[in-house]
């Protein structure tokens, strides 16, 4: 049988025998025995997928990137946009006005349809920025307006635009769409999201869209188009053409929902991968479903496979109807119907479901890859990048780009590293094709980690940049600004990485490697002490690093989990004692006793003094508390304090069930609880909330007063409050569900494993908004914010936010950053968390 038919196409691993050799070259005789019985039978959840077709499809386009050596195509159902775009068109009126161009890089030319002309060429012009980040900026901006003169447009809810771009030599196009009504910060001002990046293809007549129903519209001044200058990684015509042929004010009968927490009345809100078995299976609508019927029909032969009545469910967000389907737990592929809507079909399997959607995001974590020509997106990238340190100058390519512009931060490469390692040791046995190809990933940033070691504790850390160089050393575009530091938080870390990266390698890996990894381990954690005692907690420098909000129980935390790491690899009793001690600190930290009547407790304050909980806004290692206890249980089980250290982890698994009464009938971990009066702690305020404005405790209290009020002095906050560009919650929720599935594993508890369980779903599409947050995997998932590498398929943003001082979901079309954007982070958490989730 012809691969792509179903069970009996030829094994996968077999068929591009360069790829194949390249994943078993390194594997014991049993592990490829494996990975040849993976190949031909898949995992229950591979044979039950959408159709053999489809999962015919993907395994094909798996395959055709040599298990993703060069950037996966494949994509689930369809994207939000296509969807959206097929929407019936109910009234349509042309936008005429006068076109006008902004900046010396645009020019008109003249024609039957509206082309700006963009200048491309960089010459020997430097990129420069802001006074205290220089280097972080681009070459300019290209802008084409259209002054429509205060039209109203309160009649219409989208846009629609015609755009031919001619970009030889530029891989990646797209174009930022601004809005401008006259009175947008007046009354009933317009969400403060910004422009819209729309992702186009070149030499084509792209169809796009913005939905501008939750946009004040009845005096709109101009539309604005812009391009964004940011060098060349190779040689480009120095002239791009972006030709506009038309634009258009439509009226579609059903805009898309963009915030607050009740369903869409035509929408089932479900996990669009699948659902573990094992696990509670629920499904979400709106109210008016309350009552109704519902089937589960099996779409391998349309069989109903099991009926019932849609549930009422109140709660502190509203009332809605809830579909329980727990009862099934056969494997296969379904889809729900009830009052004549259908779900896409799902899968119901083991843990191994996620696999394909691992495949996806580990797609797009290669092509962030920096310093490596990525097919498609980049050639081979910032080789003349570099960090200066006792008069060396050392390059800064390698890992991972941090997001959707170019930055990079080495620490942020570790945790991903870390994270595929995790994912790596999960499933060598189980799925051995993959586990390889998340060795060699994980690999890839190790490299970076070790080579920016600067041998004295110091370490080539971060650089924020926007552009591509030309990769000419000395020319005008080099760059020697990359931050060093010595700090001892981060040394802790790359600490317990290096050493649990030389404890769980194996299967052929270099064993000088692992010496050099074993000893870094040792070196840093040695830094870190000695760092500590000259700083404490201190030696902060850069506020964009995403350390700069930790807290000192975090960093204990931290200590410890590297100091247990350390023990387990080595055997030292020296580190065991360390483990312990920075322990200590750490459960003086946690509130044990409840809050009030709530119960609510199990949580940790900054420090002894308690003036401030811990939580987040952006960047979260939450779980670290967690992984350092628990590691305590596995690495000293004998010694007297364990039943102290489970005890902590019982009352922190008991706080994350507390939690979820407040977003249920959903399954997103809250962003927990808050003292009223944090803003008073500044040090602490300041350094999690980064270029606060000025009425920064004004809008604390407004925003406290939105969450749920708990007890004397503390609050419930669904989402964090945040009132800056860092904003979007998938890291502090599903850092939360990584630190709930780590106290499952330690108790036995299958209700928090579930939890954990539920970040997941939500991510999938178990969201008020019906959309996957992975691209490319379910269906319904938006376009994302990255104007640097373009549209990739596994790619993650930061998150859905809230918007102003509300404490709902806020999830609009508009893409643009922060909570748009494309993150590394984001990729990270998602195997970190599919790693715990299936361990028992």
């Given at each position: 049988?012809?691969?792509?038919?179903?069970?009996?196409?030829?094994?996968?691993?077999?068929?591009?025998?360069?790829?194949?050799?390249?994943?078993?070259?390194?594997?014991?005789?049993?592990?490829?025995?494996?990975?040849?019985?993976?190949?031909?039978?898949?995992?229950?959840?591979?044979?039950?997928?959408?159709?053999?077709?489809?999962?015919?499809?993907?395994?094909?386009?798996?395959?055709?990137?040599?298990?993703?050596?060069?950037?996966?195509?494949?994509?689930?159902?369809?994207?939000?946009?296509?969807?959206?775009?097929?929407?019936?068109?109910?009234?349509?009126?042309?936008?005429?006005?006068?076109?006008?161009?902004?900046?010396?890089?645009?020019?008109?030319?003249?024609?039957?349809?509206?082309?700006?002309?963009?200048?491309?060429?960089?010459?020997?012009?430097?990129?420069?920025?802001?006074?205290?980040?220089?280097?972080?900026?681009?070459?300019?901006?290209?802008?084409?307006?259209?002054?429509?003169?205060?039209?109203?447009?309160?009649?219409?809810?989208?846009?629609?635009?015609?755009?031919?771009?001619?970009?030889?030599?530029?891989?990646?196009?797209?174009?930022?769409?601004?809005?401008?009504?006259?009175?947008?910060?007046?009354?009933?001002?317009?969400?403060?999201?910004?422009?819209?990046?729309?992702?186009?293809?070149?030499?084509?007549?792209?169809?796009?869209?913005?939905?501008?129903?939750?946009?004040?519209?009845?005096?709109?001044?101009?539309?604005?188009?812009?391009?964004?200058?940011?060098?060349?990684?190779?040689?480009?015509?120095?002239?791009?053409?972006?030709?506009?042929?038309?634009?258009?004010?439509?009226?579609?009968?059903?805009?898309?929902?963009?915030?607050?927490?009740?369903?869409?009345?035509?929408?089932?809100?479900?996990?669009?991968?699948?659902?573990?078995?094992?696990?509670?299976?629920?499904?979400?609508?709106?109210?008016?479903?309350?009552?109704?019927?519902?089937?589960?029909?099996?779409?391998?032969?349309?069989?109903?496979?099991?009926?019932?009545?849609?549930?009422?469910?109140?709660?502190?967000?509203?009332?809605?109807?809830?579909?329980?389907?727990?009862?099934?737990?056969?494997?296969?592929?379904?889809?729900?119907?009830?009052?004549?809507?259908?779900?896409?079909?799902?899968?119901?399997?083991?843990?191994?479901?996620?696999?394909?959607?691992?495949?996806?995001?580990?797609?797009?974590?290669?092509?962030?890859?920096?310093?490596?020509?990525?097919?498609?997106?980049?050639?081979?990238?910032?080789?003349?990048?570099?960090?200066?340190?006792?008069?060396?100058?050392?390059?800064?390519?390698?890992?991972?780009?941090?997001?959707?512009?170019?930055?990079?931060?080495?620490?942020?490469?570790?945790?991903?590293?870390?994270?595929?390692l995790e994912l790596y040791e999960s499933r060598r046995d189980t799925n051995p094709v993959l586990a390889a190809r998340l060795r060699e990933e994980a690999l890839w940033g190790l490299d970076f980690v070790l080579r920016n070691r600067l041998g004295d504790g110091y370490h080539a850390s971060s650089m924020g940049l926007l552009i591509w160089q030309d990769g000419i050393v000395g020319s005008h575009d080099d760059i020697e600004s990359v931050r060093v530091q010595n700090l001892p938080y981060d040394n802790f870390l790359y600490s317990a990485y290096e050493a649990y990266a030389a404890r769980i390698l194996d299967d052929g890996t270099d064993?000088?490697?692992?010496?050099?990894?074993?000893?870094?381990?040792?070196?840093?954690?040695?830094?870190?002490?000695?760092?500590?005692?000259?700083?404490?907690?201190?030696?902060?420098?850069?506020?964009?690093?995403?350390?700069?909000?930790?807290?000192?129980?975090?960093?204990?935390?931290?200590?410890?989990?590297?100091?247990?790491?350390?023990?387990?690899?080595?055997?030292?009793?020296?580190?065991?004692?360390?483990?312990?001690?920075?322990?200590?600190?750490?459960?003086?930290?946690?509130?044990?006793?409840?809050?009030?009547?709530?119960?609510?407790?199990?949580?940790?304050?900054?420090?002894?003094?308690?003036?401030?909980?811990?939580?987040?806004?952006?960047?979260?290692?939450?779980?670290?508390?967690?992984?350092?206890?628990?590691?305590?249980?596995?690495?000293?089980?004998?010694?007297?304090?364990?039943?102290?250290?489970?005890?902590?982890?019982?009352?922190?698994?008991?706080?994350?069930?507390?939690?979820?009464?407040?977003?249920?009938?959903?399954?997103?971990?809250?962003?927990?609880?808050?003292?009223?009066?944090?803003?008073?702690?500044?040090?602490?305020?300041?350094?999690?909330?980064?270029?606060?404005?000025?009425?920064?405790?004004?809008?604390?209290?407004?925003?406290?007063?939105?969450?749920?009020?708990?007890?004397?002095?503390?609050?419930?906050?669904?989402?964090?409050?945040?009132?800056?560009?860092?904003?979007?919650?998938?890291?502090?929720?599903?850092?939360?569900?990584?630190?709930?599935?780590?106290?499952?594993?330690?108790?036995?508890?299958?209700?928090?494993?579930?939890?954990?369980?539920?970040?997941?779903?939500?991510?999938?599409?178990?969201?008020?908004?019906?959309?996957?947050?992975?691209?490319?995997?379910?269906?319904?998932?938006?376009?994302?914010?990255?104007?640097?590498?373009?549209?990739?398929?596994?790619?993650?943003?930061?998150?859905?936010?809230?918007?102003?001082?509300?404490?709902?979901?806020?999830?609009?079309?508009?893409?643009?950053?922060?909570?748009?954007?494309?993150?590394?982070?984001?990729?990270?958490?998602?195997?970190?968390l599919v790693a715990e989730t299936d361990k028992s």
């Open positions: 049988m012809a691969a792509g038919t179903g069970m009996g196409r030829i094994p996968l691993l077999f068929t591009h025998s360069q790829y194949a050799f390249l994943f078993l070259y390194t594997m014991s005789p049993a592990r490829i025995a494996v990975a040849c019985l993976t190949a031909m039978s898949l995992s229950a959840a591979a044979l039950f997928s959408i159709s053999s077709y489809a999962r015919g499809s993907f395994d094909s386009a798996l395959m055709r990137s040599g298990y993703i050596h060069e950037p996966l195509r494949h994509t689930d159902g369809i994207s939000l946009e296509d969807e959206a775009l097929a929407k019936p068109v109910l009234d349509s009126v042309e936008l005429r006005g006068s076109w006008g161009v902004w900046g010396e890089r645009a020019t008109l030319v003249p024609g039957d349809a509206v082309t700006m002309r963009v200048n491309f060429d960089t010459g020997s012009d430097r990129a420069r920025g802001s006074a205290g980040d220089p280097d972080y900026a681009l070459y300019g901006h290209a802008v084409a307006t259209l002054d429509l003169g205060g039209v109203d447009l309160s009649d219409y809810n989208r846009l629609c635009l015609l755009i031919e771009p001619h970009c030889p030599g530029i891989r990646i196009v797209n174009i930022n769409l601004a809005f401008n009504n006259r009175n947008a910060y007046g009354e009933g001002f317009n969400p403060p999201t910004g422009a819209h990046l729309i992702q186009l293809r070149p030499d084509t007549l792209n169809r796009c869209y913005l939905e501008i129903a939750d946009l004040r519209r009845d005096c709109v001044d101009n539309i604005s188009l812009s391009v964004s200058i940011n060098g060349a990684d190779l040689p480009v015509a120095a002239e791009a053409l972006y030709t506009i042929r038309g634009i258009s004010a439509q009226r579609v009968g059903e805009v898309e929902k963009l915030s607050g927490w009740e369903p869409a009345a035509s929408h089932i809100i479900y996990s669009q991968s699948g659902y573990v078995a094992e696990s509670p299976k629920t499904a979400i609508c709106h109210e008016s479903f309350a009552g109704h019927r519902y089937k589960i029909v099996r779409t391998t032969d349309n069989a109903e496979v099991l009926k019932g009545k849609i549930s009422k469910q109140k709660s502190t967000i509203g009332t809605y109807g809830v579909i329980d389907f727990s009862k099934l737990t056969t494997p296969g592929s379904y889809c729900i119907v009830a009052d004549g809507t259908s779900t896409a079909p799902f899968v119901i399997g083991d843990d191994s479901m996620w696999d394909s959607s691992c495949w996806r995001v580990l797609n797009y974590i290669f092509c962030q890859r920096c310093g490596y020509a990525v097919p498609g997106v980049h050639s081979l990238c910032h080789t003349d990048l570099y960090s200066l340190h006792n008069g060396l100058r050392r390059p800064f390519a390698g890992g991972w780009h941090d997001a959707g512009d170019l930055s990079q931060q080495t620490l942020q490469t570790a945790d991903v590293a870390f994270a595929l064993p000088s490697l692992i010496h050099y990894l074993a000893r870094a381990a040792r070196e840093d954690y040695d830094y870190a002490l000695c760092q500590f005692d000259s700083v404490g907690f201190g030696g902060w420098i850069s506020p964009y690093e995403h350390t700069y909000c930790t807290s000192e129980s975090q960093f204990m935390a931290t200590a410890s989990w590297a100091a247990s790491q350390l023990y387990a690899l080595t055997g030292d009793a020296r580190y065991a004692g360390d483990a312990r001690r920075h322990a200590d600190y750490v459960l003086g930290c946690q509130c044990t006793e409840p809050l009030g009547d709530t119960g609510i407790c199990g949580f940790f304050y900054r420090n002894p003094e308690r003036r401030s909980v811990v939580h987040y806004i952006h960047q979260s290692r939450e779980q670290q508390y967690m992984q350092a206890l628990a590691e305590l249980c596995r690495t000293q089980p004998s010694h007297p304090d364990c039943a102290r250290w489970s005890r902590a982890i019982e009352l922190y698994g008991g706080y994350i069930k507390s939690l979820m009464a407040y977003t249920a009938p959903y399954g997103m971990i809250p962003a927990g609880i808050y003292r009223d009066d944090e803003y008073l702690d500044k040090e602490a305020f300041f350094s999690v909330h980064l270029f606060p404005p000025a009425d920064a405790a004004d809008r604390f209290r407004a925003q406290a007063a939105n969450g749920v009020h708990v007890a004397p002095g503390y609050f419930v906050k669904r989402f964090p409050v945040w009132f800056n560009i860092f904003n979007g919650n998938i890291a502090v929720h599903t850092s939360m569900g990584k630190a709930a599935a780590i106290c499952a594993n330690i108790l036995g508890d299958d209700d928090l494993r579930d939890i954990a369980r539920e970040q997941l779903y939500w991510i999938v599409g178990k969201n008020p908004f019906d959309q996957s947050l992975i691209y490319g995997e379910g269906a319904r998932y938006p376009s994302l914010n990255n104007f640097s590498s373009g549209e990739i398929v596994g790619a993650m943003p930061v998150g859905i936010r809230s918007l102003a001082d509300t404490d709902e979901p806020y999830w609009p079309q508009i893409n643009n950053a922060c909570y748009k954007e494309v993150w590394l982070t984001s990729a990270g958490k998602w195997l970190s």
